[in-house]
């Protein structure tokens, strides 16, 4: 039963490319990933280099699953406020694990009114790359008011995250 159990969840262990620690009966910890349990031999990869282990000298298989971030945005991401670059308007953007350094220079030389969502993506170093202004939340679909939300997001700038995904989605809203 005991091999069983430990089998499956070495299966388990192989399809989500986890991250593992095996305990050694000398106390001894080894990082590495967990890739076979055959004929009562463990065999765990460390460095990319297989090291055989018998089943008898392990106490331990920890699974220390590790899912990296891809950058989408994710719906608990908080929502944060700052003013714009021309301190007008009160903006909200919603970015995962970025903080927006340099807000955006907001106009509108109409009398229109309207809440438009921007959808961004930000690369590592804090540059938006790409906007597309009249995503799900936006209250108008007024092209004039839509186009210049998205050239004036294209001036946001955020913190650099050198170890973040290489683009990261996330939102800025406008409210005209």
Known sequence: ????LLSSMLMISMISVSQHS?????GERLEGIVMELQDDVLTVFINRVPKEIPLRDVQSVFFNEYVPYDGSLVDDTPKKRIKSADGNYMLEYQVK???MIK???VSNATQKKGL???EIIVNRAGTVLKTKAGVVGSTTSDE???TKAEYACMGAKF???PTGPLETKGTITINY
């Open 159 to 161: 913190k650099e995250h």
């Open 103 to 105: 807000a955006p220079r």
């Open 1 to 4: 039963m005991k091999y069983l």
């Open 144 to 146: 004039y008011l839509l």
């Open 22 to 26: 095996v305990v050694l009966k000398t």
């Open 116 to 118: 438009v969502v921007v």
């Open 97 to 99: 694990d970025r903080e």
